[in-house]
Nanobody
Framework: QVQLVESGGDLVQPGGSLTLSCSAS????????VGWFRQAPGKEREGIAC????????YYSESVKGRFTISRDNDKGTVSLQMNSLQPEDTGVYYC???????????????????????WGQGTQATVSS
């Protein structure tokens, strides 16, 4: 399994934007399906955006569709999450995750919880508040 590192979390005002980045320590994400997950205070972790290895397939949860964009740079081995029009309900810890082997992007976003074949990062905090 790969060791993931997230960065980019910050405090931002409502309506603002943030870009999160996910990389692999000592490795590259170029060969992994990758997903972004969010855990809001008092809530379960939810899959919000997932991307296939070639970026040909992307999945977004309804809560972020149209506001967030997942992308990847396989030359750099990184996956990013551009978050626009942020609202207080977007506050939470953001994690990236990558499964061992191939997986449909919606499966990763919807069914990652509890799977032993998925690597997780430590998370990065994003807070949306005025």
């Amino acid at each position: 399994q790969v060791q993931l590192v997230e960065s980019g979390g910050d405090l931002v005002q409502p309506g603002g934007s943030l870009t999160l980045s996910c990389s692999a320590s000592g490795a590259t994400l170029a060969y992994y399906v990758v997903g972004w997950f969010r855990q809001a205070p008092g809530k379960e972790r939810e899959g919000i955006a997932c991307i296939s290895i070639t970026a040909g397939s992307k999945y977004y949860s309804e809560s972020v569709k149209g506001r967030f964009t997942i992308s990847r740079d396989n030359d750099k081995g990184t996956v990013s999450l551009q978050m626009n029009s942020l609202q207080p309900e977007d506050t939470g810890v953001y994690y990236c995750a990558a499964p061992v082997g191939s997986m449909p992007v919606q499966n990763l976003c919807d069914h990652a919880h509890g799977r032993a074949d998925i690597s997780w990062g430590q998370g990065t905090q994003a807070t949306v508040s005025s």
